[in-house]
């Protein structure tokens, strides 16, 4: 194997072209720089340069290998940069996994942003999952990071659940619907008509904040078709197949045949958690972590999509 600082030897003098200049460069006498590259040539089986009292040039062997020589050193100096970033925290893979409708928000393309200018060295890697699927993938390895609307079980005590605060819930109904002309909606009403939700094997976080909405207003969900796609569900409705209960950020799905009506109920909101792993966080999920806090801590109070700031690990 060639020896790389015989390598960089090498590069000095065909630099410089010169033994004595290459050899200050080097901060090394010159008789052992010159037997450094002596023993280079015969490694290699050919000369690098031809020498005379006045003189040194590169041989047509030497001219041919120069690019390969520096672009070996070229690599390892690169190597040697990205093992301190990598130890450092400031580059490597970050996978993040997250419900459909947790994409539409500013938070999360914000946090996004934020992330890859700070670290541009970083592959992050998105995937979309719903809330249930994210602790399994959690607990093996797929994802770091999770956005979720749902609360781990209990039996997933391996997994931290951090709030990031609540978003309301609007309704998106037909816009040829009678209700689409209200300034607001009110469940009572909403209940006569088909709700389209995520379908039930889904596990989706969304579907368990709406379910535990109507029992706590004492109403009976009628049941419409499903969609496993944020868009399929607002794509149900703009066809008159009923209506939705959908997080605030989903009205920049601005579909022809879809209006938005805010609900009036204080309660009718889905939560937005961070989930990872309790223990080993890497550097670089604190990092992320770090981001998604400075982007809430900026946030306006009353105008913000999330309304409540990071809570603490929930139970």
């Keep these: 194997m060639l020896d790389l600082r015989r390598l960089r030897y090498f590069l000095t003098v065909a630099e410089e072209l010169h033994f004595g200049r290459a050899a200050l460069r080097l901060h090394l006498a010159q008789p052992p720089l010159t037997r450094q590259i002596s ?4 490694e290699l089986g050919f000369r ?54 947790i994409a539409l928000s500013d938070l999360f393309s914000q946090a996004i942003q934020a992330f890859a200018q700070r670290f541009p060295d970083v592959q992050l890697t998105l995937v979309e999952g719903a809330s249930v699927s994210q602790w399994s993938q959690l607990i093996d ?5 999770g956005l979720s609307r749902m609360q781990p079980p209990g039996e997933h005590s391996e997994i931290q659940a951090l709030s990031l605060g609540d978003e309301p819930l609007v309704a998106a109904i037909s ?18 008509h088909p709700l389209i939700l995520f379908p039930a094997d889904y596990g989706s976080g969304l579907n368990e904040a709406i379910e535990q909405l109507y029992r706590r207003n004492g109403l009976a969900l009628r049941p419409g078709p499903s969609g496993r796609q944020i868009t399929s569900i607002i794509a149900l409705v703009a066809a008159g197949q009923g209506i939705a209960l959908v997080p605030r950020c989903t009205q920049t799905l601005a579909k022809k045949g879809v209006t938005y009506r805010p609900l009036a109920a204080a309660d009718a909101t889905a939560q937005l958690l961070v989930l990872t792993r309790r223990q080993g966080h890497s ?3 604190e990092a992320f972590m770090g981001v998604l806090d400075e982007l809430l801590q900026a946030q306006p109070k009353t105008t913000g999509i999330l309304l409540s700031p990071p809570g603490q690990a929930s139970q």
């Design 39 to 42: 023993t280079l040539e015969t």
């Design 283 to 285: 550097p670089l999920v």
């Design 141 to 145: 390895g797929r994802i770091d990071i």
């Design 48 to 101: 690098l340069f031809d020498r005379t009292s006045r003189t040194v040039t590169l041989t047509a062997q030497g001219r041919h290998f120069l690019p390969y020589a520096r672009a070996v050193l070229e690599q390892v100096d690169l190597a040697q940069v990205m093992a301190g970033k990598l130890a450092a925290g400031c580059a490597g893979q970050l996978a993040l996994g997250y419900a459909s409708s």
């Design 175 to 192: 816009s040829d619907s009678p209700l689409a002309m209200r300034d607001q909606v009110t469940l009572a009403e909403l209940s006569e």
